[in-house]
């Protein structure tokens, strides 16, 4: 992230070519859309996941929370977009990986009987929604996974659209975040799933839903980050890391041309300009 501050590289901007969300009260980014736009009302409950029916059965069997909103925030994003997913370069961002499998590796592991399962195993990685990505997708294209804890996805936006810039191809960017049972819960009290995926593109197309761009120089700020009107949203953007992303889907929602600034390292924010 000093690459940003240090160096004298070019403007980076992006075009929003697809978008999908799924959270709390939000089942679809057609719908969070309405209700961002004020043209319906935001009702906080629970999330409901997807199965992800473009696994293959065995693989579907063992997917966990983590797996199901990353796969099914991706589909609804790269539908909207019209492209194919194979060739999507990723990124994959998360503060916490599979909260519930941590969960029941803790609980195998203060057992009498510590074995842990193959599909706990492999499920254990933090990369393992991007691996379950490539079979659904049949991609072979390059993904990175990070983790930046409160701060993953103005960490995962800063590079997919560090990507879009220097590749010149459309990058898909997944962030997302689930809630760990207790006691985990207790120390990392997440309160429920939350997913985005965004296609973000080099171009401008008829399926650009809005240009967002960073500037070298200033983007990163010591602002404080925007704050939603909405308290029930508002407390869902400070309560999941991956929510922080809100005032940005706010502002791309209402098609307003904006300065928005997003939650990034304590003390530093992150300064984003949104445009039609």
């Not at 804890?149 to 103005?154: E, I, M, Q, T």
Request: one cysteine or more; glycine letters at 6%; charged letters at 15%.
């Amino acid at each position: 992230m000093t690459y940003l501050k240090s160096s004298p590289a070019q403007t980076l901007t992006a075009f929003v070519d697809g978008v999908g969300l799924l959270g709390p009260g939000l089942v679809s980014w057609a719908q969070g859309r309405e209700q961002f736009k004020g043209s319906a009302p935001y009702q906080p409950v629970r999330c409901v996941l997807p199965a992800p029916m473009a696994l293959p059965q065995a693989e579907r069997r063992r997917a966990g929370a983590v797996v199901k909103v990353a796969l099914g925030v991706s589909e609804e994003a790269i539908a909207a977009s019209g492209l194919e997913a194979a060739s999507l370069i990723s990124v994959f961002s998360s503060s916490s990986g599979d909260a519930v499998n941590c969960h029941e590796i803790c609980s195998a592991l203060a057992s009498s009987d510590r074995l842990i399962s193959p599909t706990r195993f492999h499920n254990s990685v933090h990369n393992a929604a991007s691996g379950y990505w490539s079979i659904s997708s049949s991609s072979m294209a390059s993904s990175s996974v990070l983790c930046a804890r409160d701060a993953s996805f103005a960490a995962g936006l800063l590079e997919a659209m560090t990507l879009v810039a220097t590749e010149q191809i459309p990058v898909l960017l997944v962030a997302y975040d689930t809630d760990y049972p207790e006691p985990l819960h207790s120390t990392r009290p997440i309160p429920d799933t939350f997913g985005l995926a965004l296609v973000l593109a080099p171009c401008r197309s008829e399926r650009s839903q809005a240009q967002w761009t960073l500037e070298p120089g200033d983007c990163l700020t010591a602002l404080p980050a925007d704050r939603l009107a909405d308290a029930a949203l508002e407390k869902m953007r400070t309560d999941i890391p991956a929510a922080r992303c809100l005032p940005l889907l706010w502002s791309t929602a209402r098609q307003r041309s904006s300065r928005v600034v997003l939650d990034y390292l304590e003390g530093l924010q992150l300064t984003l300009q949104v445009a039609p």
